[in-house]
């Protein structure tokens, strides 16, 4: 797991990706900070990040894309496929290379509330809290797009529908509520964005933790199945 | 080395592998040969894992590839048709890749690569960017990333598909080396080469096996063997002359690692 981990954080570095998909995050990030907590005084970060988790739509299939898509494409899954790891050792290095190249990123984004706190009354728990809570929300989207990434050979298709999904996902509770009754109850059980929401108002919500982490597993094992389920095509 | 019993292979209706079975020994080059869509790269791909059987069982060095495949892969390298290259990387760093997602040890690690490069003679090319090699150099990475590890069994699938006569000849002379400690089973559509190279010919024709022969029990032409078992048309024969005439040819030709260097250069600056 170690070697292909390894191998596709330097492809991410190499290609330049991750410096574009850091740089994305921050410049969102830094835009809404200066809206929000610099012009508009606003002491809570949470807001910030609230304001920005629309930017999945494009930074996520910017990473996920190519994660097995080049693969297929390059005939290099042939060489995945005879090497002497299971399925779950690929799937899980190439989805923890996915989860570092969001994480480096959000490092500097963890010192923004500390600096804010300096020249005002920041509620630290509570941004610290969504912060967690928006690396879960990202985390959950990187295994939606790598698994994504496994269904097709053709990278516009493969960023094409993760962002689709993503924005989907995104309108989907305000469809549900202009609809109303059950369907509204059934998609905001399910959106990811729903869940992250209850952390920005300053809940820390465990099922929300479970709900995410549940959707991280629960797609890295439809990677694998679609990976596996190749060998039998 | 490698049992196959009753191996089948179906792509819905179509039957691409037909209930072989054979068994490969240890210490022989071994030919693969067959028409096209004979099934040789399925069977290939069976055998390393890749691709799941319809029916039977492939063994490997006493592993079953379905219910041991970590073991069973250990002791495979495996080059198919298309070579599977990392193109943003130097072949010594997609070596080390290779290394480390086979299990070699962290300390010999450096050792082996040194040793595959060597063996595979892209020295010149090892700290250039895979996508800039020339057609014989990615073949021949392939190939390095065969080796690595000291597997006991290496499988090349057409390795001399789109090469000039000049890198045919080296990447025979390569799989002759190969044959002096590893296993090799390769594919071609070359019988000269296969002549030349191989101890032992396996012919499979649409999905079945039709000849598991010593290549010196072969009587007069493998030619006229290969076309009376698969029951091919004449013209074939007429291709495969061409293209042993234009190997015989380059083979007076002397060799020089500077154009293939050349020719790399070329490539990358187009």
Redesign the interface.
């Known amino acids: 797991m ?3 981990y ?2 596709e954080l ?2 991410y570095f ?2 330049g990706l991750a410096y574009i998909f850091g740089a994305f995050l921050l410049v969102f990030v830094g835009l809404a900070a200066l809206v929000y907590n610099i012009n508009g005084a606003v002491a809570n970060f949470e807001y910030v990040l609230a304001a920005i988790c629309l930017g999945f739509v494009i930074i996520i299939p910017l990473l996920t894309m190519r994660s097995i898509t080049e693969e297929r494409r ?6 995945l ?6 399925m779950y050792e690929i799937v899980c290095g190439k989805y923890l290379a996915l989860l570092t190249v969001f994480a480096m990123p959000m490092v500097i984004v963890a010192c923004y509330p500390l600096i804010f706190s300096r020249y005002g009354d920041v509620y630290l728990l509570s941004a610290y809290g969504s912060m967690f809570a928006f690396i879960l929300l990202g985390a959950a989207w990187l295994a939606v797009g790598l698994f994504i990434s496994s269904v097709t050979d053709k990278l516009a298709v493969s960023a094409g529908v993760t962002a689709v999904v993503i924005l989907a996902n995104y309108y989907a509770s305000s469809l549900g509520d202009t609809i109303g009754g059950f369907f509204a109850k059934v998609v905001s059980a399910i959106s990811l964005f729903e869940h992250f929401y209850v952390f920005v108002n300053g809940i820390f919500d465990i099922s929300a933790v479970i709900y995410f982490v549940s959707v991280i597993a629960l797609f890295l094992f439809l990677t694998v199945m679609m990976m596996e389920k190749r ?2 095509s | 080395m490698i049992q196959i019993e009753h191996l089948s292979k179906c792509y819905g209706s179509h039957k691409a592998v037909d209930d072989i079975s054979f068994t490969i020994e240890d210490g022989h080059i071994y030919g693969f040969l067959g028409p096209n869509g004979a099934g040789k790269s399925t069977t290939m791909n069976i055998i390393t894992g890749c691709l799941s059987m319809t029916e039977g069982t492939v063994s490997v060095c006493g592993h079953d590839i379905f219910d041991d495949p970590i073991e069973a892969k250990k002791c495979i390298g495996y080059l198919p048709e298309i070579p599977p290259l990392y193109i943003d990387m130097t072949p010594i760093e997609y070596l080390s890749f290779v290394a480390r997602a086979k299990g070699v040890a962290k300390d010999k690690i450096e050792e082996e690569i040194t040793r595959a490069i060597e063996r595979s003679g892209i020295e010149n090319v090892s700290d250039r960017l895979i996508k800039n090699l020339s057609k014989g150099y990615k073949q021949r990475v392939g190939i390095a990333q065969a080796i690595i590890g000291e597997p006991q069994l290496v499988i090349l699938d057409e390795p001399t598909v789109g090469l000039d006569p000049k890198q045919i000849i080296e990447i025979r002379d390569l799989i002759k080396e190969l044959g002096e400690k590893h296993t090799v089973i390769l594919s071609s559509h070359i019988l000269s080469e296969v002549q030349q190279v191989c101890d032992k010919l396996i012919i499979i024709n649409e999905g079945k096996l039709v000849a598991n022969v010593d290549t010196k029990d072969v009587d007069g032409d493998l030619e006229e063997f290969f076309l009376t078992l698969t029951g091919e048309e004449r013209p074939a024969q007429a291709l495969t002359e061409t293209e042993t005439t234009e190997i015989e040819s380059a083979e007076t030709e002397p060799e020089n690692p500077e154009d293939a260097e050349q020719e790399a250069s070329d490539e990358s600056n187009l």
């Not at chain 1, 390059?74 to 060489?79: A, C, F, I, V």
């Not at chain 1, 496929?81 to 299971?86: T, V």
């Open positions: 170690k070697a292909i390894n191998r330097d492809s190499h290609s390059q005939r290099t899954d042939q060489l496929y005879s090497l002497p790891l299971n060998r039998y």
